[in-house]
Each structure stands twice: as C-alpha cells, then as structure tokens.
C-alpha cells in the first residue's frame, strides 16, 4: 500500500516530508497556536493532501511586481547608496521602473548589484589592481543601469534571442499575399491587448514547408512588445519522453498565465505530434495536451494569443486540433512577382538579369529563394559571395540556372511536367 501523501512518480523523494508535515499539522502529533507560512514556485507539484482546508487552506499568488512595485523594490535596494552619495544625479528609478517589465524582485536586485559593479570597474585600474579606490568618485550612472539591464535578463521575459534565431535571413517584401497575413495577425495582437471579452485568442499559419510560417510567427512576437513571448519547438525536446513533452508544454502556458499578456508559438505542431506519414503514427497524449491548452482560458484579468504553425494542415484537420484554433491563415509559395520583389530587395541581380532569373521561379518557397540565392552568390569559382553581399558584384545567370537545376528534385520536375 502506498504511504499517505507520497508521490505515484516512484521516486518516493517526497514521501517521509510530506508525512512529515501532515502529522504536524493536524495528526496525533499535531502542533497548537502556531501559524504555518509555506512558499513555493511549482505549486502544480504540491501533493494535494498537503493543500486541504484545514492544512495549508489559504493560497495567495505573488504575482510579478508591477511597475509601482518595481519602483518601490528599486528605492529598496538603492537607498543605502542614495544615503551615501553613490548614486548619480542622472539615475531615474521611475524610467528603471518602466524599462524592467517582468523583471523580478530578485532580479531587480540583480540589476542593481550589477550596476554596482560596473560602476567599481571604472575605478580599478587593471595595472595595479592594489590601488586604494578613490571612494568619492564612485559613483552609479543611469548608463550603468542601462548596462546591468542587458547582462539581468528576466526568467519569465521574451526569449528574444530565440525568436530572431526563427528569422535567420531577417524579413523582406514577399509580395501583397504574406503582407495580408502579418498585417491580420497584427491586428489579432491588438485584439488581445485590448480584449475584455476574449481573453484567449488561437491562430494557425498552415503552409507547404519553407513558405515562411515560423518566421511570420516570430515576427508577430517581436512587433508585439507583449512581456511574454515563447516557442515551443520540438527542436528542443529531442529524446524526450511523450510524458515530458506534455509536461514542458503545460509549463510553458502555466508560465504565461502569470503574464498579463502573452504569446505562444506552437511551432512545426506535426513535429511536436511525432507525426510521421508512413504509418501513420503520432502521439494521442500530446494531442490532448494540446487540445485542451487550446481551449482553456486562462485566469482572470490575463490574455493570451497562442499562435500555432503547421505543413500538415490535413493532418491536423484529422485531429480536431485545426478546430480548436480560431484563425487559420494559409502562407503560400512565391509566385513569379513576389519571387521578384524579393530578389530587388535582396538587390543581387543586374536589372536585365533580373526578369530572366524570375521566369524560372514560379511556386518557390522563400527558403528555398534564400538558399539558391546563397549557393549561387558563391559563384563557380566559390569566392565571389562577399562582393556579391556588399553589391559590387552581381550573380552570374548561368551559374544561377545551374544550381536552380541542381537544387530542383525529381519531384519538382515531375511536379512541371
Ligand atoms: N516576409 C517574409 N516572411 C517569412 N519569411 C521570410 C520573409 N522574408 C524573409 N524570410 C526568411 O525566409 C525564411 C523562412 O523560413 P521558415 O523557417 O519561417 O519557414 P517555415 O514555413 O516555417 O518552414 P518549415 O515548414 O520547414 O518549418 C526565414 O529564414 C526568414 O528569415
């Protein structure tokens, strides 16, 4: 028989201190007049008997601080220094206030020490670190906060850097149709922000592989300025159990249900599903995982847009899931003119060569563009890509129509005749 309280994860890790705890606080052993403050971060892993009126019964969320409650944690941490003259008159802990969305208090405090220390660097002179410091001159700019800001960044904050990885080529004019999805998505980000009604709002770029889906969805995470913007890709959850996978994915939305606004990009959802097409065979419990996220709103007083991206639309349709989501917006091949709009963008052309080159390019996907573009700017000789990239030098049409044929499978030829 199972010990009371213990975790069916067989680890048993927890068990004697969950009992532990039980009979203290209300077993034969129970403790008088004494009041029990618990604190944790994951309260989903709690055991439940732990959380029963009568035991640990009011729950209070400490949510992140808001802007006042930033200001108030700053004056904390900077008031020692106020009082000693170490903080320059140019330091506005209003402005900091404002800049530090989502920042934590411990991460506030992070920022401040981190000024600090960028502040006693200016002092230390590197050819003889056993110089006394002049104390008098030190002092914390507002650029030192600036700095520390840029090294402190917050846990719970837009993974940036993740979401610019999405858009390696950076994004140029694809033509009216691509236009018309960012700008609708755009404009389902607004509804979010201002939404009383709708506090969850689902949309799915549906698309053949390489249209531009991911970059799309990232670029709509970056314009957003929304506190809270991740991915979920499988790329990060290679080797994992179906089990884990669904685990990673709830984190994430409980995450971004402590943000007032946030964005979850459900990237490559086949991949996520484990979908292969000979078989077929694909993950049931991750399915439902999604499904449900998909439909439950989340708390009070938050909104969330989450924004899926997919190359098996029909599979998905099999599912359900393209039901559960309020939107779908297909991303399309280029044409023959969006072809060229992004090859005058990209400017690697001669204006004569340019007509040509786009005669053989109707129905292309824009990574595929960006990657003949690529090989071909290589040259035959293999040295020519720096003049080509500074635009010196333009892209010789044979050599552009060699590799168009090499990079074309058989399918695509089968596909055109
Ligand atoms: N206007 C644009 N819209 C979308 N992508 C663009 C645009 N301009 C340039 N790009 C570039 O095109 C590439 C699109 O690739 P992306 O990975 O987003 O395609 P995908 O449809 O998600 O592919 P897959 O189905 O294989 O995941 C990116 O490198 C991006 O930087």
Redesign the pocket.
């Known amino acids: 028989m199972q010990s009371r309280g213990s975790t069916r994860d067989g680890t048993g890790v927890h068990d004697s201190i969950v009992n532990q705890l039980l009979t203290k606080i209300d077993g034969v052993e129970s403790l008088n007049n004494v009041l029990l403050i618990g604190m944790t971060n994951r309260k989903d892993l709690l055991d439940e008997a732990l959380l029963r009126p009568g035991r640990l019964e009011v729950h209070v969320e400490i949510n992140l601080p808001d802007e006042n409650g930033r200001l108030q944690i700053l004056q904390i941490h900077t008031s020692k220094m106020k009082e000693n003259s170490f903080l320059a008159a140019d330091v506005s802990l209003q402005e900091l206030a404002a800049r530090t969305k989502n920042y934590s208090g411990a991460e506030l405090e992070g920022v401040v020490k981190s000024a600090v220390s960028f502040a006693l660097n200016r002092q230390i002179s590197m050819d003889d670190l056993t110089k006394p410091l002049d104390e008098d001159s030190i002092k914390v700019t507002m650029d030192d906060f600036l700095h520390a800001l840029h090294e402190i960044v917050p846990a719970f904050g837009a993974s940036t850097d993740d979401l610019e990885r999405?858009?390696?080529?950076?994004?140029?004019?694809?033509g009216k149709r691509?236009m018309h999805i960012h700008e609708r998505a755009m404009l389902l980000v607004e509804q979010v922000k201002v939404s009383q009604g709708s506090p969850l709002v689902t949309c799915l770029l549906e698309?053949p592989?390489?249209?531009?889906?991911?970059?799309?969805a990232a670029t709509i995470g970056i314009e957003s300025d929304f506190p809270f913007v991740k991915i979920i890709s499988a790329e990060t959850m290679i080797g994992l159990s179906e089990g884990s996978k669904c685990a990673q994915i709830v984190k994430v939305f409980e995450d971004a249900y402590k943000s007032q606004l946030s964005i979850i990009i459900l990237d490559?959802i086949e991949r996520l599903l484990e979908y292969v097409a000979v078989g077929p065979r694909f993950s049931n419990s991750i399915s439902q995982t999604l499904l449900v996220l998909l439909k439950r709103l989340p708390p009070k007083g938050k909104n969330m847009l989450v924004i899926g991206?997919t190359?098996e639309v029909g599979f998905l349709e099999s599912l359900g899931i393209c039901d559960a989501f309020s939107v779908t917006y297909h991303?399309p091949r280029l044409n023959r003119d969006d072809a060229k709009k992004v090859l005058q963008g990209l400017s690697v052309f001669t204006e004569d060569d340019l007509d040509s080159a786009v005669e053989e390019l109707n129905d292309i996907s824009?990574?595929k563009l960006?990657m003949l573009v690529e090989m071909a700017a290589q040259g035959s000789e293999g040295k020519s890509a720096e003049a080509i990239r500074s635009g010196k030098e333009k892209i010789d049409l044979n050599h552009f129509y060699d590799i168009l044929q090499d990079i074309s499978t058989d399918r695509d030829r089968l596909l055109s005749l």
């Open positions: 999405c858009r390696l080529n950076g994004i140029v004019d694809c691509h698309g592989s390489g249209s531009g889906k991911t970059a799309t490559d991206t190359s991303v824009i990574k960006y």
